[in-house]
């Protein structure tokens, strides 16, 4: 924050963080997990709330890397035919090695007692009787004969063996609590016999959106529609924004008239029941902008109103504190391209603080931009673009940030920081 600066923060990332350090993480529910289909879909991307530790180790046991014979070094030693003694096999407990012979093992089978290295089997030259196809041929007692070649006698002690313990240990994190448990972490649940565990509650989030102007959902009836009358588009975004991510829980958005006994219900009964109210419109200095207004009547703090940005520079950013956690309050400007940047740029990173994400500040990529023009401005500025290559952006160039046919044909929008005229590389948000 600057003296002579009318912004309460310089940039958006300095707003975002003064609005997390105001959130906690929502609450920890307990729950069931197993193998079956319904079980994995419906924990698959929840948020770990508590580590999980390794029940055993991994590998659980000396296992083979490899399809081959299980030997000790001063079995290399012996030259003509070798006798194949026994078979270690996945799923049951190894043979015990003998000094009359080697072991034919397979990959994941454990390694026996005495054995120091795998020849894979490649590496060897295998007589008849080797293969279990060729089992009718040998005797009672025999699994086959082998021979070395040069290759086997050069495999050093430990080759091919992956030991006991050597991905983790009994006992230590197998994962982090505030991940997200994507398809490798459900495995590593499944590895490590979890039956239960604790992940966040999903973040509740409304949608608010305000406005006189806007049709109601039921005037698809009413055609044509009045050319002073416009249709929820800010609704469909935020709600596009906020779709299929299982740490959300979003319920159908809410409206609101421009009158302030309605906008105040409906704020009182969205922070009520959420943990994030998403506003649009009614931030700016109309007659009709009732939002701060009303914000402050409710008691909720205002963390900023105005960042110097573009577009969106009217954007409200407000807590809400009681008893149980905080609500936050984001009013977005009503104008489709500031409240759907805006909605992404600020409400997505402190909705994943909400559900528990440890790591919930974005990193973004960053891209460079083809082509820029000579225009600066002395803000943080939101520009849509397309990827036209790996790595490289071409700008999306709009009539403002009432355009969102123009913003409907982005990929997303790179943020350049005030009078920035270089094509970059500058941090991309993607839809
Ligand atoms: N005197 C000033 N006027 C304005 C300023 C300013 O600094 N001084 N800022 C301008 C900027 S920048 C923006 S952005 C807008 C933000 O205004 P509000 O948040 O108060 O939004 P509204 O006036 O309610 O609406 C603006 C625009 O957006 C349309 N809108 C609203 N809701 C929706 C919706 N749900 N779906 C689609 N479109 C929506 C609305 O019809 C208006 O056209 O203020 C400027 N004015
Ligand atoms: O900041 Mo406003 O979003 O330019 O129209």
Redesign the pocket.
């Known amino acids: 924050m600057n003296a002579a600066s009318p912004f309460a923060f310089d940039s958006p990332d300095q707003a975002i963080q003064a609005l997390s350090q105001r959130i906690t993480a929502t609450d920890i529910e307990s729950v069931d997990f197993g193998s079956s289909l319904a079980s994995l879909q419906s924990i698959h991307r929840r948020i770990l709330a508590e580590p999980i530790l390794a029940d055993r180790d991994s590998p659980a046991a000396n296992v083979s890397a490899m399809d081959g014979y299980a030997i000790y070094e001063s079995d290399l030693k012996r030259d003509g035919v070798i006798e194949v003694t026994g078979e270690s096999v996945p799923g049951s407990p190894p043979p015990s090695r003998s000094d009359s012979g080697v072991i034919r093992i397979f990959t994941g089978a454990i390694v026996p007692e005495g054995c120091d290295r795998v020849i894979q089997r490649e590496h060897t030259e295998e007589l008849a009787g080797t293969s279990a196809d060729d089992s009718n041929s040998r005797g009672p007692n025999s699994r086959g004969q082998i021979r070395w070649t040069e290759r086997a006698r050069s495999i050093p002690p430990g080759a091919n063996i992956r030991c006991q313990g050597e991905n983790l240990t009994a006992g230590s994190v197998a994962i982090p609590a505030g991940l997200e448990l994507t398809s490798p972490r459900l495995a590593a649940l499944t590895n490590f016999g979890v039956h239960q565990l604790q992940v966040h509650r999903p973040v509740r989030v409304a949608v608010l959106?305000?406005?006189d102007?806007?049709a109601s959902a039921s005037s698809k009836n009413e055609t044509p529609l009045p050319p002073w009358k416009?249709r929820?588009?800010?609704?469909s975004a935020l709600i596009g924004l906020l779709a299929n991510q299982p740490w959300i829980d979003c319920v159908s958005p809410m409206h609101a008239v421009d009158k302030p006994s309605v906008l105040r219900a409906s704020v009182l009964q969205a922070i009520e029941h959420h943990d994030v109210v998403l506003m649009?419109?009614?931030?700016?200095?109309?007659d009709y902008?009732y939002v701060p207004r009303i914000l402050q009547e409710v008691g909720a703090e205002i963390v900023f109103h105005k960042l110097p940005l573009r577009?969106?520079?009217?954007i409200l950013g407000a807590i809400q504190s009681s008893p149980t956690g905080a609500t936050l309050i984001l009013g977005l400007?009503?104008?489709?391209v500031?409240a759907t940047m805006g909605a992404r740029r600020f409400a997505m990173p402190l909705i994943r603080k909400f559900a528990g994400l440890r790591d919930w500040a974005e990193c973004p990529p960053h891209v460079m931009l083809d082509e820029v023009g000579d225009k600066t401005l002395p803000l943080h500025w939101m520009r849509g673009v397309r990827m036209i290559q790996p790595g490289v952006a071409e700008l999306v160039l709009g009539k403002g940030?009432?355009d969102l046919a123009t913003l409907a044909l982005t990929d997303g929008f790179i943020e350049m920081p005030p009078h920035a005229n270089a094509p970059g590389p500058w941090p991309y948000f993607a839809w």
């Not at 929820?232 to 609704?235: D, L, M, R």
């Not at 400007?333 to 489709?336: A, C, I, L, Q, S």
């Open positions: 959106t305000t406005g102007e806007l416009i929820n588009s800010n609704a649009t419109g009614g931030v700016s200095m109309g902008d577009p969106g520079k009217p400007p009503g104008n489709p500031s940030s009432g």
